[in-house]
């Protein structure tokens, strides 16, 4: 029998949206619990899980965290077009370009982004979102050279979407903010990396993505999280939150 899934989630939050993603392209029925991450955890949710942060996944008698570690033990438990199983043919190499784009995504341009909404100088705003742009030029966009429109030449979302997809809708729908991200960015991407560009808007086109994106509030958080950090910095105190890698 297939195990029960229950999902314990907030909807702002980028690394459980990635969860969500992975379940709905895997077709799988599950529930969704809120968790109010703006305010201490209930001692109901601590003792699912302890450290208080979402993602969790209740999956049969297990408690799973770490959205990058759930997506993949999704991808494996249930084979599709996520992600192909070591012993299939080409299997092991599709497993090592996903991860390696994943990190090299993760590891040398998002960081940058999300770096530029959380900065409060504009001129440091412009500068880090250039940086941004030229990362992706980078170091990401040769590895986009095949997509069509998913990695690899896949015409399905791989795990590489599942996990990069919510960060990319911000990447794409904030700069329409003033303020959080310059509106160069979009426009900058689609003239200096095509395929980036091509790519990121195929990826978050995506029902699977698009189904519990808000973009309303995740603006909101994000604008309350900048002014929180503000005020931290302001006041001399130890900063309040966890950083920008949550935005
Ligand atoms: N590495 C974790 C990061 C999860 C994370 O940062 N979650 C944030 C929300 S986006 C959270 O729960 N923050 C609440 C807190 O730190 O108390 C993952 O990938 O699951």
Redesign the pocket.
Known sequence: MAPTITLYT?HH????HRVQVALRELGLKFETCLVD?TVPRTPEYLAINPN????ALVYGDLVL????LICQFLADSYPSHLLKASTEAAGALQRFKIGYFVDTYFGKAHPLFDSTVFSNEPDAKMALATQYIEAIVRHVEPLLGDAAPFLGGSNRPTLAEVLTAPFLLRVLMLPKHDGLVPSFVPETLKRRAPNSHRWAQAATAEKSVTAIWDEDLVVKRTLERIEKRKAATYSGGNEVD?GPS?S
């Open positions: 907030d939050c980028p690394f459980a991450i208080g942060m979402v993602p965290t770490e959205s990058g966890k949550q």
